[in-house]
C-alpha cells in the first residue's frame, strides 16, 4: 500500500498549483480520502476531503472556495486544485486514505511554498 503526493513546488501569491496524490495497493473510490497540511511549527490540520460513497467534499475554512479535491478513479488518483495561493497556503502536504475506524494510509508529503 502506497500514497505518492507530486506537484508541489514555488508559486507566487495568486498563483495555482494541481497536488496530486497517486495510491497503489488499494482503490481510492473505496476509501475516505483527505489532504492535510503542516506548516513549520505547527501542528498538522486538516484541508479537504472527498467521501468514498456519494463524493461529497469538505473543506477547510481557510481553503474554502480556492481549493477544490477530486478523484480520477481510471488513474487510482486524488487530486487537490489550489488557486489564489497565499503566503499562508505555505506548508507540506499530505495525502490520507481512510477506512472504517482503524485503516489508514498517509503519503510522505510534498512541499508548498508561495512566495513572491
Known amino acids: 500500500v502506497q500514497l505518492v503526493e507530486s506537484g508541489g513546488g514555488l508559486v507566487q501569491p495568486g498563483g495555482s498549483l494541481r497536488l496530486s496524490c497517486a495510491a497503489s495497493?488499494?482503490?481510492?473510490?473505496?476509501?475516505?480520502m483527505s489532504w492535510y497540511r503542516q506548516a513549520p511549527g505547527k501542528e498538522r490540520g486538516f484541508v479537504a476531503s472527498i467521501t468514498a460513497v456519494g463524493l461529497n467534499t469538505n473543506y477547510a475554512g481557510t481553503v474554502k472556495g480556492r481549493f477544490t479535491i477530486s478523484r480520477d478513479n481510471a488513474k487510482n488518483t486524488v487530486y487537490l486544485h489550489m488557486n489564489g495561493l497565499k503566503p499562508e497556503d505555505t506548508a507540506v502536504y499530505y495525502c490520507k486514505a481512510r477506512r472504517g475506524i482503524s485503516t489508514n494510509y498517509w503519503g510522505q508529503g510534498t512541499q508548498v511554498t508561495v512566495s513572491s
Open positions: 495497493g488499494f482503490t481510492v473510490s473505496s476509501y475516505d
